[in-house]
């Protein structure tokens, strides 16, 4: 289990390293996404889901050998954001079946994006966003990047829409048995943004 870490001073913004996350980052990647994902609709969300379709999805979604089967894929990039040598965000980026309502040209889905709460607002999302569209023109060969979000999750969806995102239509999002909406929102990529992939 990683422990929460110490929130920067204003002052003094992370020194934060991005690189991909190798099969050897299962365990650590497993109970960081746990976390993150528990932070995230377990708590502070208005109108949060039940805890028991929480724990359903927890035990799911995460765990050393789900996170090692997602680093095995080729068609999954996932970027690790540390900084001070402690692991503080995610992404995943990946090629995967595209809802109707997305009609943009080659499009690779953004498929999870965390940051430690005591970092939020700091910048790293909008970093490991950056390496995100990099990735997906690049690597994928993709032109369009989209995303599901949790329609009542309002920070992420205000920090996507000033990430150039925009809203296309709704989807199903299952957390244990509990149905959710989620958003759909697209943004294109710029094809210059393959030539900016920092980490190896
Ligand atoms: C959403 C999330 C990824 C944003 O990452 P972050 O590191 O906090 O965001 P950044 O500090 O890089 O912010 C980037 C820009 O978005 C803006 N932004 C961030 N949060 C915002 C908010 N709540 N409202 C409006 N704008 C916001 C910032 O102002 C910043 O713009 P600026 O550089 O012009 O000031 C992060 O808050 C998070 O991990 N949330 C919990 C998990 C989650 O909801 N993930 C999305 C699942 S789909």
Not at 42 to 48: A, E, L, T
Not at 116 to 140: N, Y
Request: hydrophobic share 45%; glycine share 8%.
């Amino acid at each position: 289990m990683i422990d929460t870490i110490a929130a920067p001073e204003p002052a003094a913004l992370p020194v934060c390293r991005l690189r991909h996350a190798r099969r050897e980052d299962a365990a650590e990647l497993a109970a960081f996404a746990a976390r993150t994902f528990e932070d995230t609709y377990g708590s502070d969300m208005p109108g949060r889901i039940g805890p028991e379709h929480i724990a359903l999805h927890l035990a799911t979604a995460f765990g050393p050998r789900q996170q090692a089967a997602e680093l095995a894929d080729s068609g999954v990039v996932t970027v690790l954001a540390e900084c001070d040598g402690r692991l503080a965000a995610y992404a995943q980026v990946r090629r995967a079946v595209v809802p109707p309502c997305v009609g943009g040209r080659a499009p690779i889905e953004l498929h999870r994006l965390y940051v430690d709460r005591s970092w939020h607002g700091c910048g790293i999302g909008q970093r490991l966003m950056d390496e995100v569209a990099a990735i997906a023109a690049g690597r994928f060969g993709g032109a369009t990047l989209w995303l599901k979000v949790w329609a009542r999750n309002a920070r992420a969806i205000a920090f996507y829409a000033k990430c150039g995102f925009v809203d296309v239509g709704v989807a199903d999002y299952f957390v244990g048995a509990d149905r959710q909406t989620d958003r759909v929102l697209v943004r294109p990529l710029d094809p210059q943004a393959a030539a900016r992939s920092a980490p190896g």
